[in-house]
Structures are given as C-alpha cells and as structure tokens.
C-alpha cells in the first residue's frame, strides 16, 4: 500500500492541487496530519476537499483555535488575526467538522498519526532532545508528524533535521529498518518553513517500507495575491516566497 501523506495545509489551495497533481497515480490512500486551516485565504476550499477525500484526518492546533475549540492565547498576533478571519468565514459544516476531528495518535496499523508528538499534540519537534522520549514512546513504530513545517525527521540512534541529498530534485527516498522507531515529517503542503518554498509530502510505501520525501513547485503568486486581498496580514503572503 502507498500512502500519500499531508501535513499543514494551512488553506493554500493552489498548494494543495499542486501536491495532488504532482502526486497523481502513485498513491493508494491518502492520511492528513492536521492543520488544514489557519493562514491561507482558502480555509473552506480545503476542508471541503479533505472532508470528500481523506478518511484518515487527526487534527491540528490551527484546527482547534479557528472552529472555536481552543482560544488562540499563546498565538502570535499575526497568527490570532487569521485565526479570528478564518473564524468568521468558515462553513457551518466546515466548522463542525473541525470541531469533531479525533486528537493523535491515530494508529493505522503501519504506522502511528500525530500532529505535534506521540505525548502532546501540540509539542514542536525541533531537535535530538526533543525527539529521544518520542522515540522511546513509540516503542520501534513509524511515527509521521507534523507542526514544525519541516520535511525530515529523526531515526534511532541518528537523528537529521532534513532528509539526505538525493539524486533526483525534489526527491529523497530513505528506507525503514524493522523494529527501528522513526520520526518522519512530510513537511508543509501550504506553508514551508525550511527554506524552501515549493509545497511538501511524503509518500509511503508499507510493502516496500520506503518513504519518499517529495518537493513540487505552485502556483505562488496566485496564493499571495489570495491573501492579500483577503485582508490578511500582508507578512502571510510574503513568507510564502521565504519559506519560513
């Protein structure tokens, strides 16, 4: 089976089509890590694609703070701004289904769902320190997580803050020792923030146990321009082109 797996979409839609253009034909199930919304001037075009498409959907803190789970007290000012514009322009039903989305870890067999982490979907990732009790947590399972809009992740016994060079660009393939716990991000499909622009996703393949780590330009202009004239904090639409 091959999975294509989301993370952070953050209602960049022309991100999104990109990622599922690029990706066609080379999937056979689809797993979303959360934060669909927040950010990007197309909160209810994605969660309305998610809801038809993705069965395997955990929710992110983005999710929680703009269906009104969760107060945005600890988000920046810019991030609290498009949580309370996604507020307002949020489908009855698209608000619903944020609401009732399950927390993580969603266990599919091959592999555990989180967000943030395995302990608390909110934790970021961000170096060997943080990832030690994780890895110890998951006990030898692949663990795809999210948050940090990073591709990469961490194995036991070597941890790397982004997936090696690899001979084809846009592609890196690593393969997956049994029994050996792994961290793995597929990075941000709306909202890079290692540098790059082009949106991220993984693919995994659980015969082969293999995971693709994959990078596909979009349409970004179209996307800034979105946000703008949304009235969104100009600087949404600027780290865009950043990646960060």
């Given amino acids: 089976m091959v999975y294509l797996i989301l993370s952070d979409i953050h209602a960049n839609w022309e991100a999104l089509e990109a990622v599922l253009r690029h990706a066609e034909g080379r999937y056979k199930a689809i797993c979303c890590l959360g934060d669909m919304v927040g950010y990007g001037a197309d909160p209810n075009a994605v969660t309305d694609w998610v809801r038809a498409n993705v069965p395997r959907v955990i929710r992110g803190n983005h999710d929680k703070a703009c269906c009104g789970l969760e107060d945005p007290v600890h988000f920046n000012p810019i991030a609290r701004h498009a949580v309370e514009w996604t507020r307002e322009v949020l489908s009855d039903e698209n608000r619903d289904y944020l609401w009732n989305l ?66 084809v660009p846009g592609r890196t393939t690593i393969c997956i020792p049994p029994g050996e716990g792994q961290l793995l991000n597929p990075g941000s499909v709306g909202q890079p923030r290692d540098s790059q622009w082009r949106a991220a996703y993984a693919l995994f393949n659980s015969d082969e146990r293999t995971v693709e780590f994959v990078r596909c330009p979009y349409d970004l202009e179209t996307a800034q321009r979105k946000i703008r004239e949304a009235g969104l904090p100009r600087p949404l639409a600027d780290r865009l082109a950043e990646g960060r």
Avoid at 138 to 162: D, I, K, M, P, Y
């Fill in 102 to 167: 399950p927390a993580g870890p969603a266990d599919l067999g091959d592999f555990l769902m989180v967000h943030g982490s395995i302990l608390d979907e909110d934790q970021y990732l961000i170096d060997a320190q943080d990832a030690i009790p994780q890895l110890n947590a998951a006990s030898g399972r692949l663990v795809f997580f999210g948050h940090t809009h990073v591709q990469g992740g961490f194995l036991s016994r070597l941890v790397e803050s982004s997936p090696p060079n690899g001979a």
